[in-house]
């Protein structure tokens, strides 16, 4: 079964769109992140929730903004894409209470704005 | 500040171990983590370890942490063709949630 789970898994599409990339996790863990990869492979951070609530929200452009409406699933919309969004985005998901903080990634997403 | 660094290429013969580096600056880490990713898939967690640890073993994987220099290394024993990837390592930063800091990755290359 796959543990976290993103859709889709490729998104093209022309700037000054919205879009919106979903991310679910089976695991029954209370924290999920979203990370950008450019392509240079350089990992980043962007947003983390935990329990609905968002707890880091690292320098990131408002037009990015992740919803979480349960604690299985983290969202994230992009309004006016711009070229500079062309990345790989992943979901990953922890156990806050386990103190090694171990995190499982989904699959990622390849967004390609033309 | 939180920089964590990595060379950028391994290329070993198969069989050999490949010991991949990693340097961190934050002297606040508390767990650091390696992860692999095959081409076009996501991050697999491979090992982690605590900070106040020097050594943690796991079958083919050695992780060597030496504190005081703020370096981590990945040692992979009788290294495979499978085992061409790109290696990361991240620190977790204490009293930061669950923020992970990520180097900029090794890629390993198994040539047979």
């Known amino acids: 079964d796959t543990a976290v789970s993103q859709t889709p898994k490729y998104l093209v599409t022309q700037m000054g769109n919205d879009k919106s990339i979903k991310c679910e996790q089976n695991l029954g863990h209370d924290t999920m992140y979203w990370y950008k990869q450019d392509s240079k492979k350089f990992l980043k951070i962007m947003f983390s929730y935990n329990n609905k609530e968002l707890i880091i929200n690292e320098t990131v452009p408002n037009r990015f903004s992740p919803k979480s409406p349960d604690k299985a699933h983290l969202n994230l919309h992009i309004n006016s894409l711009e070229l500079g969004d062309s990345a790989v985005y992943f979901c990953a998901s922890s156990q806050e209470r386990r103190l090694t903080y171990e995190q499982y990634f989904g699959p990622g997403t390849r967004l390609t704005v033309t | 500040g939180e920089d964590v660094e990595q060379s950028l290429f391994l290329s070993v013969r198969e069989g050999d171990s490949s010991v991949i580096n990693c340097t961190y600056t934050d002297s606040s880490s508390t767990y650091l983590y390696w992860y692999k990713q095959e081409p076009g898939a996501g991050l697999q967690l491979l090992t982690y370890?605590?900070?106040?640890?020097d050594m943690k073993q796991d079958q083919r994987l050695t992780v060597l942490l030496n504190k005081k220099d703020k370096h981590l290394s990945l040692r992979i024993a009788d290294t495979q063709t499978g085992d061409s990837a790109i290696y990361f390592c991240?620190?977790?930063?204490?009293?930061?949630?669950?923020?992970?800091?990520f180097g900029q990755g090794t890629e390993l290359s198994v040539k047979p």
């Open positions: 370890i605590f900070s106040n640890m």
């Open positions: 991240a620190e977790k930063i204490y009293n930061q949630g669950g923020k992970l800091i």
